[in-house]
Nanobody
């Protein structure tokens, strides 16, 4: 069983910063891509940023230049540094990982429970 546990959400004023963390634990042989998604009220879940095991990154246009994704492969942890936050960044942020539990099992997609980010004055 693999679990993703997120932390770092909260309330921040417009223009402020937050750093989200997501740690994977359990039966893990390897982790390919990791990423952050978000879902605002009444909207579909969308990709915010992703990062491969080799460090290649991909960002949604709406967050380019403001958010930075990084990972620590030794700790099976992915981070999302969010700067210059806007009210429209308000959402529940979900961590996602493509995990191979063992050498003999296929990769599977795992989701965290979500952490709420509220940007408001």
């Amino acid at each position: 069983q693999v679990q993703l546990v997120e932390s770092g959400g909260g309330l921040v004023q417009p223009g402020g910063s937050l750093r989200l963390s997501c740690a994977a634990s359990g039966s893990i042989f390897s982790i390919n891509a990791m990423g952050w998604y978000r879902q605002a009220p009444g909207k579909q879940r969308e990709l915010v940023a992703s990062i491969t095991s080799g460090g290649s990154t991909n960002y949604a246009d709406s967050v380019k230049g403001r958010f930075t994704i990084a990972r620590d492969n030794a700790k099976n942890t992915v981070y999302l540094q969010m700067n210059s936050l806007k009210p429209e960044d308000t959402a529940v942020y979900y961590c996602n990982a493509d995990v191979r539990p063992s050498l003999y099992l296929r990769n599977r997609e795992v989701w965290g429970q979500g952490t709420l980010v509220t940007v408001s004055s």
